[in-house]
Structure formats: C-alpha cells, structure tokens
C-alpha cells in the first residue's frame, strides 16, 4: 500500500453544550450572493485541470459564471457548464436543460410501507436467528454483531507479489460488523427519537474507536432501500475496518493534503465556512453543523454534512455536538422522504482521518464529514442511472444543486407519516 500522513496530531477544541432553553437549530434561507464574497485563489489552477474546450477556470474556479449569472446570457440552470470538485479532483457536467425531457425508461418499485415491526424469520431481529446459527439478543436499542458473510477477514493469507508491474496483488485484511439501529423493522432513522439516533451516533463514535485502535480505515456506511442494495428493511449499517486505505479514502487523503499545503487551512472547514455564507446550495444548519447540496455534486439530492468547527473523527465530538448531529441529521433526513413522500434510499457513509497507525500522526487537513448519495431523480420510480457517458467519460447531472437544494430546503421538517389526517 502506498505510504501515507506524517507528523504529531493536533487536537480540536472542544464546545460545551448550549445554556438551557436555547435552540441549536437554526432555518435556512437562500440570499443573492455577494460579488464581494466571489473569490478566486491565485495560482490555485493549472491549464492541465481543464476540460478541454469548456474555459472553465481550474482547481475550483468558475463559481460566479456557473453559480450567479455571469456575463454573456449565460443561466446555470439553463446552459450546459462543468464544475470541479476539489475533494476527487475531478469535474462534472451540469445538464439542466435535460431534466425538461421526457421520461420513457425504467420506472422503479417504490419500497413496502408494510414492513411488519417484528418477524421472526428476519435475521435483524431481537430473537431471531442468523444464517449463522447465532441467536440475536433481544435488544431493545442498537445491536452490533460481526457480520456472517464478511467481506474482509482478519486472518486471511498474503497473495503472492506477482512476476509483473501489470499483475499485482497487495494483503487486505480487516473485519465488518452490522449495527441494527433500533429493535423495530418498521422504523428507520428520519422516524426515530432524537434519543434513538444519538445512541447510534454513540455507537458508530465506539466502534470507530475499537476498530481504529489497530486499523487505519473504518468506514461507516448505511445502504438504505432495495434500490441501493439493501437486502434488509430493518434499520441498520455495516462498519468495515480495513488493512489498507481504500481508493476514496486515499484520494481524499491526497486532495485535502494539498489544499492544506497550498492554503494553510482544511479544505472542507473552508467549503463550510464559504457555504454558510453563500446560502444558496444550503438544505440545514445548526449552530454546530450544516448540509448542502455540494456545488459538485454529481447524484440529484446528494448532500453533504459538515462540521462547523474542525473535527478530525467521530469520537472527537463532544455531547452538545452529538446531540446537535442527531437533530440535524433527523431534519435532513425527513425532508429526503418528504421529497417524493417514500422512504427515501440512498448509500450515505462517514469519512474522516484515518486511524490504525496514523492516530499519532498529524491529520490536521482532514476534516470529518459524511456523503448521502441517494438516486432519486424525478419521482419515487425514476432514478438516476449512472451509466454510458458518466462510467465511460465523465460524471454528469441534470438539475442543478442550486435548484435541488432550494427544493429540500422548502420541504417540511414534519414527515408525512406523522402528519396530522
């Protein structure tokens, strides 16, 4: 595996929780941006980050054209433009114009609204039994087990190197556990308590920690509905703890090493910073966190959750902090299915510094955050498909992030459900 971080870990101050009475949640509304506020970094792009043909300045440019007008007629939500993403140092294309066309494709099944609470013969619930004979405690709050058909395995042997650069082979070992998030199938986490998600957030905050202690990569992640994958209704996650840095985790790695060399500061604590301020992408915002729709962002309602201060990991989250994540994480989460009134899938996961042997290292240009990349385009049966010119060329969407922000930030933060006959 390719070496990685280097020099002694710098700690983040820590907030105590508000005084009581108060609120830590606070309503988001879209504002002009300031031509003040446009900044252009000097030396930050090179002609070689470009696409070709599209004058697109690179390294992160390009916002007021593509965001606030610009000159020459053009509309972001109208014309065809490309966008960069600083995090994987790539671009995408925006289409808007696109989502005007009519749809004669695959039309999805929307999920079960009949999940039953209990069922004995789902593997996921209290007293149930697995495909490994294991009999489920009868849990009454989360629930991790290691998982019966891991993907990584802590004793498997070493590959041999290879006889040629083309045919190379590297070790991979680790574990992968599941966490249930609540003993009820028919609950998911937008219709849980503030209570109940925050002992999740504990929970994912523990085993990061555990499984940190000797491995340098432990990704969180939740596939939620059939169409992301997921082979069970009943609320849960999976956490896999690597040997190795995965390609997302290293790409990151590498990006935001960068910014941090070039620019003295972490580069996602300055995209929030730079997103408090512009509104316009804004979904949610708390005193300690806030979501947008990233100004790259490639899936429709793909949103990403940031901290407001510097925070390298989960665990390095105070309890005010933690309570504040499950607040907002709740909101974000049933204006997702009050958007098309489903239970809204999508693959989220969390991503931080790394752990293992870099605990001691300095991360200092990480930043925590968390990705929701859900596939819903037009309906709760159209999807986005990312396939011919997004695998064989380039990542490309149809509305804008500006225009999909600006429809979950106008949702109700009430779930349908729950909503009064």
């Known amino acids: 595996m390719p070496p990685l971080l280097s020099a002694p870990l ?14 830590r949640d606070r309503p988001v509304e879209a504002t002009p941006l300031p031509a003040a506020a446009l900044r252009r970094r000097e030396g930050a792009g090179r002609s070689r980050d470009r696409p070709a043909g599209t004058g697109l300045p690179g390294g992160g440019g390009g916002m007021e054209s593509a965001a606030g007008g610009g000159g020459g007629g053009f509309r972001a939500s109208e014309h065809q433009h490309c966008r960069y993403n600083p995090l994987r140092d790539e671009w995408v294309l925006v289409s808007a114009h696109r989502v005007k066309r009519p749809w004669q494709g695959q039309l999805e099944k929307p999920p079960p609204e009949d999940v039953p609470r209990w069922d004995p013969k789902n593997p996921l619930c209290p007293g149930a039994t697995r ?76 085993l990061e920690a555990e499984l940190g202690a000797s491995y340098p990569w432990v990704q969180i992640f939740e596939n939620k509905g059939a169409m992301m994958g997921c082979s069970n209704p009943h609320p849960h996650c999976q956490v896999w703890a690597s040997s ?25 604590l300055e995209y929030a910073e730079q997103e408090a301020q512009r509104k316009e992408r804004l979904v949610v915002e708390n005193e300690d966190w806030l979501v ?47 958007l098309f009134q489903v239970s809204f899938p999508y693959s989220m996961g969390w991503h931080g510094a790394p752990t293992g042997p870099h605990l001691q290292e ?60």
């Open 131 to 206: 495909a490994s004979g294991e009999v489920n405690p009868h849990y009454e709050g989360t629930f991790v087990f290691p998982n019966d058909f891991p993907a990584l395995q802590p004793d498997a042997p070493e590959p041999d190197e290879g006889d040629h650069p083309l045919f190379r082979a590297a070790a991979a070992r680790g574990v992968c556990k599941v966490m249930c998030f609540h003993p009820h199938s028919d609950l998911t986490l937008p219709l849980m308590s503030l209570l109940e998600i925050r002992a999740v957030i504990d929970a994912w905050a523990e």
């Open 10 to 23: 710098r700690s983040a101050p820590r907030r105590s929780a508000p005084p009581a009475g108060t609120t």
């Open 362 to 421: 300095d991360c200092g240009h990480w930043q925590l955050h968390a990705h929701y990349y859900p596939p819903l385009l037009r309906s709760a049966t159209v999807r986005k498909f990312m396939v011919g010119y997004e695998m064989l060329a380039q990542a490309q969407r149809d509305l804008t992030p500006e225009q999909a922000a600006e429809r979950l930030r106008a949702l109700p933060e009430v779930h349908y459900k729950l909503k009064p006959q």
């Open 244 to 268: 190795f840095l995965p390609n997302e985790a290293r790409l990151e790695e590498r990006t935001q090493r960068q910014h941090h060399s070039q620019h003295g500061v972490p580069m996602l």
């Open 292 to 338: 947008v729709v990233p100004y790259w962002a490639t899936w429709p309602f793909q949103t990403l959750l940031l901290p407001r201060r510097h925070v390298l990991r989960l665990r390095d989250l105070c309890d005010s902090e933690r309570d504040s994540l499950a607040s907002i994480m709740r909101r974000l989460l049933i204006k997702y299915d009050n």
